[in-house]
């Protein structure tokens, strides 16, 4: 039976893991290449790496890091963060990257997906959507980009299914309204997009207890989730959380 | 000395590295027909689309693999590398597999068993009906977890020494003699595919 996959998740800058709560707050949580490891022994179904700073100048730095992480990982590995051009997406991939996560570079040049698809497949391309609800609820909820930045106006559902026409393999949502809070996952939301699509929706931002997973992979109808915040710092691990869910009826890998 | 063939189906990077890290000898990576002759062994990797192996026919390496197996080379074909192994796949009708196994590949139904089926099948599924006799899966048992993500899928034949169910079963496994393939990614499935690998290389 197909499990639902835990995704750990290491945010990155200038080389080392931090978290934020709601975007901004940022804390130091380790060596991301040791992180990864160490996740992967704890069970994690898969790590995602996101340096939220990558600049150009500092690509060099970002690749080392990924060399370093992958180089004894063996889950799936993605890597995001300024990745603007297929050749940027080929270097990560090299580096030892199995997906790269796209999102401001994909909303302002679509085509960005279908390239990066085209030489290493739509499995290895993954649109991040940064979500921010408006005053009507679900449906208002509109793109973010830079970051949780900047807004570009455009409903989240309809940039999926454009997403996903365009030969994503994945949608990584992230609710910042609930972002680092802890308070859960914003099923709605993440339902409305797994409905609206047909491939795997990765839930983000919230996550705070093994409830608030078993409530996104039912209710918010999610085929993985993300967790940083709440695996850093050894509030639990994978492990532990897949035991849990697997109690509530969710299927995990387990044994892992 | 271990072919690994690169027909630009995607990213070799991750199948070299587990192979290297479990101590493989001389890896070439190639798309020269001469190495794929004179190699011990034989990796087919490869994710994407089925017509991406039409190059092995443009280049010569269907017939490099086809000389190769048949005095007695130990092949391992991966995702598309083992679906390149059966007649072809309906994905790209006008390019031929191997056929060393019957049977086409096909897409996974939109629904099953009258709920929407999500494709492509991504994540980790269990390994079902593992056979004993299978040299491949040496160590690895039943209710095993590894890594897939494919829209299309091999079907069960008299060879499958494991199978995958995701909208009814299809080949995980298969391997008759020196033959093999998986349709999920070893270099993934972290101790269980490491077990795979590891098994082959022994070969």
């Not at chain 1, 991301?32 to 995602?48: K, Q, T, Y």
């Not at chain 1, 509030?235 to 299927?251: I, N, P, W």
């Not at chain 2, 490869?46 to 080379?73: C, I, M, N, P, Y």
Request: aromatic fraction near 6%.
């Amino acid at each position: 039976m197909l499990t639902k996959r835990i995704i750990a998740c290491l945010d990155v800058r200038g080389g080392r893991v931090v978290k934020g709560v709601q975007f901004v707050d940022i804390v130091d949580a380790g060596d991301p290449a040791e992180l990864a490891h160490r996740h992967a022994a704890a069970g994690a179904d898969e790590i995602v790496l996101l340096d939220i700073t990558a600049t150009h100048e500092r690509r060099g730095t970002l690749l080392e890091t990924v060399k370093r992480a992958a180089a004894k990982l063996f889950v799936p590995f993605t890597v995001g963060g300024g990745i603007r051009s297929a050749e940027d997406a080929a270097a990560v991939f090299n580096a030892g990257a199995d997906k790269v996560s796209i999102n401001s570079s994909a909303i302002a040049r679509p085509e960005l997906i279908g390239e990066i698809g085209g030489s290493f497949g739509a499995q290895a391309v993954i649109v991040a959507i940064d979500a921010r609800r408006g005053t009507a609820g679900v449906e208002d909820a509109e793109v973010y980009v830079s970051g949780g930045r900047k807004t570009t106006g455009r409903s989240v559902v309809e940039w999926a299914r454009e997403a996903e026409e365009r030969g994503a393999g994945e949608i990584l949502l992230t609710s910042m309204d609930t972002d680092g809070m802890r308070s859960g996952f914003d099923c709605e939301l993440t339902a409305a997009v797994s409905s609206a699509v047909q491939i795997p929706v990765i839930a983000s931002g919230g996550a705070g207890s093994a409830a608030h997973f078993a409530e996104v992979f039912g209710r918010g109808r999610a085929d993985a989730a993300l967790a940083a915040s709440i695996f850093h710092f050894g509030v639990t691990d994978s492990r532990e959380l897949k035991a849990e869910l697997q109690r509530s009826g969710v299927s995990v890998r387990l044994p892992c | 000395m271990i072919a690994v063939i690169d027909y630009k189906a995607g990213n070799l990077t991750s199948v070299v590295k587990a192979l290297d890290y479990l101590g493989a000898k001389e890896i070439v990576v190639t798309q020269a027909p001469e190495v794929v002759r004179t190699a011990d062994k034989i990796v087919l990797p490869g994710v994407g689309h089925f017509q991406s192996t039409q190059l092995l026919q443009d280049l010569g390496l269907t017939d490099a693999v086809r000389e190769s197996v048949a005095k007695g080379t130990w092949f391992l074909g991966i995702c598309v590398g083992l679906q390149w192994l059966f007649e072809g796949s309906t994905e790209a009708p006008d390019t031929s597999g191997l056929g060393h196994f019957a049977g086409m590949c096909e897409r996974f139904p939109a629904r099953f068993e009258g709920a929407e089926l999500k494709s492509p099948h991504v994540g980790w599924n269990s390994l079902e009906q593992v056979r004993e006799d299978s040299k491949l899966l040496r160590g690895v048992e039943d209710a095993g977890f590894v890594y897939y993500t494919h829209s299309w899928r091999a079907p069960l034949v008299k060879d499958t020494v494991a199978a995958t169910n995701y909208g009814g079963g299809f080949t995980a496994a298969v391997e008759r003699e020196n033959v093999m393939g998986v349709q999920f990614h070893p270099e993934k499935s972290s101790a269980v595919g490491l077990q795979v690998l590891k098994n082959f290389l022994e070969l």
